[in-house]
């Protein structure tokens, strides 16, 4: 039997899984959530909770989340060390490279675009694994394009205004031609996503909670299936 353990490591809440490779079984998978405790206190909690992990399932092959760069100085460094440690654990068991993998290589492996929503990836674990039933499966299939959908009619529906207001420009008084450009340039902030960008967050990450409801399986688990099954 092979074993594959992943790990989608974060100072705060750390997922974890664990996936038989020939037959394809999710063995296991939770959190490491080393809360109210001082940073380095917060390492030792996550050294020894990552050790646990490794000896319950005495995995063949370790795959962690690479790094990727943010604007945050502070929060890069405290991730490196997080990180740091779960791969020292992870080599001290292996006696081998551990295997690091960027978030759009293990998403693309999947057959999920770079930029899927956390509720893409919960979703697309709970299909592998039969999580959920077809006939919920479906409903929140449906949920996601209708959001998509509305979307895509707002933003057709908007350039159709910003048009409209340009031809109205030509034969305005100086105020009116400000005010109108006021607008445009309202519209083309909506075209950017700036405002409803925030507004279909939070319908994507009302489903992503539906779906933990249901399955237990919140987005920094769901994360760490992925990168496990990008390994199968």
Not at 25 to 37: A, D, M, N, V, Y
Not at 61 to 75: A, F, K, Q, R
Not at 165 to 175: D, E, R
Request: proline share 2%; net charge positive; hydrophobic share 40%.
């Amino acid at each position: 039997m092979s074993i594959i353990l992943s790990f989608d490591v974060s100072s705060n809440s750390t997922g974890w899984a664990s996936i038989e490779k020939e037959t394809k079984k999710l063995l296991g998978f939770g959190l490491i959530r080393p809360k109210k405790l001082e940073n380095q206190e917060k390492l030792f909690y996550f050294a020894n909770r990552i050790q646990g992990i490794i000896d319950e399932f005495e995995p063949n092959d370790i795959v962690i989340e690479e790094v990727v760069m943010c604007s945050s100085v502070s929060t890069m460094r405290v991730l490196a060390r997080f990180q740091g440690v779960a791969i020292y654990k992870a080599f001290a068991y292996l006696n081998k490279e551990v295997e690091l993998i960027e978030p759009t290589k293990w998403k693309k492996k999947i057959g999920l675009l770079g930029n899927a929503e956390k509720c893409d990836i919960q979703l697309n674990a709970c299909k592998r694994f039969n999580l959920l039933t077809t006939d919920k499966i479906k409903q929140i299939e449906d949920e996601l394009f209708e959001i998509r959908d509305n979307n895509r009619i707002l933003s057709s529906t908007l350039r159709i205004e910003s048009k409209m207001l340009k031809k109205k420009m030509h034969n305005c008084s100086i105020q009116d031609k400000e005010d109108i450009n006021n607008e445009i340039n309202k519209i083309n902030s909506k075209l950017k996503g700036k405002i409803p960008r925030q507004e279909i967050k939070k319908k994507f990450a009302k489903i992503s909670e539906k779906i933990e409801s249901m399955t237990n399986i919140n987005t920094d688990i769901a994360d760490a299936i992925g990168i496990a099954m990008s390994q199968l």
